[in-house]
């Protein structure tokens, strides 16, 4: 039985408007969107905390322009896997889909909808325990999942996933993030200039940023 099933939509809105500060760990987070699919079942932009299905495509289309598919492609943090809709609508071409998250819920929808697609899985994992094998992807994407601050060391837990996810993905990753100060009420923000120069000294990256100056969410490309 869905607790949230009998509540109108709009109490159901208020409700989450107000999110968590932070998670404790990443099973904390999933657990946050296991609850957010269930109170918004159907409304996927709600689920995702996106402001709409273009933003969401907009965010797509600049993360495939700094770093397009190739072959065995990560989504990391995949949601209701919706970048794999997009990459097959644009036609872009890729061996195989692995989407990972640590929602069960997620993954679950996200199976329901894809199970029948050639080529495509989905997986609960939280990538800090259950570390990827290096070099066992190609191109990896890490979009709108890294905006909440995990852990005692928020930034550590930050690096350390971009870590895993960039030695899993024999070309590289992109990731997205919040610039600090562009907007008042995000919860963990960073400065686009230092965090590549902080991918650069500390995985040997080369990197390429997405900021228009405007956007609050930048996004940075890491190749080997
Ligand atoms: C806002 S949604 C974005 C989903 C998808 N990337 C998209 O853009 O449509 C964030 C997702 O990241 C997942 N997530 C957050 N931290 C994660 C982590 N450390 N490992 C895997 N998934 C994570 C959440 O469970 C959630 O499903």
Excluded: W
């Amino acid at each position: 039985m869905n607790p949230f099933r009998l509540l109108p939509k709009r109490l159901k809105r208020r409700m989450f408007r107000y999110t968590p500060a932070g998670f404790p760990d990443p099973a904390a987070c999933g657990a946050f969107y296991d609850a957010r699919h269930t109170a918004f079942s159907g409304d996927d932009t709600m689920i995702l905390e996106y402001s709409s299905v273009q933003a969401q495509r907009r965010l797509f289309e600049r993360a495939i322009s700094l770093l397009p598919p190739r072959g065995r492609v990560l989504d990391l943090g995949c949601g209701l896997g919706d970048l794999l809709s997009f990459l097959d609508a644009e036609g872009l071409p890729y061996e195989s889909y692995h989407g990972i998250d640590v929602s069960e819920r997620m993954v679950q929808e996200a199976c329901r909808r894809f199970g029948d697609h050639k080529g495509a899985s989905f997986e609960v994992l939280d990538v800090l325990t259950d570390p990827l094998v290096a070099g066992s992807f190609d191109t990896g994407y890490i979009l709108s999942v890294l905006g909440y601050p995990i852990g005692d060391d928020p930034m550590v837990t930050m690096m350390t996933i971009l870590k895993i996810a960039f030695a899993a993905c024999r070309v590289g990753i992109v990731f997205s993030h919040l610039v600090t100060g562009r907007k008042e009420g995000l919860k963990f923000t960073s400065v686009p200039e230092e965090m590549a120069a902080h991918c650069e000294a500390e995985f040997g990256a080369q990197t390429q940023i997405d900021d228009d100056g405007i956007d609050f969410t930048y996004l940075i490309a890491l190749r080997h």
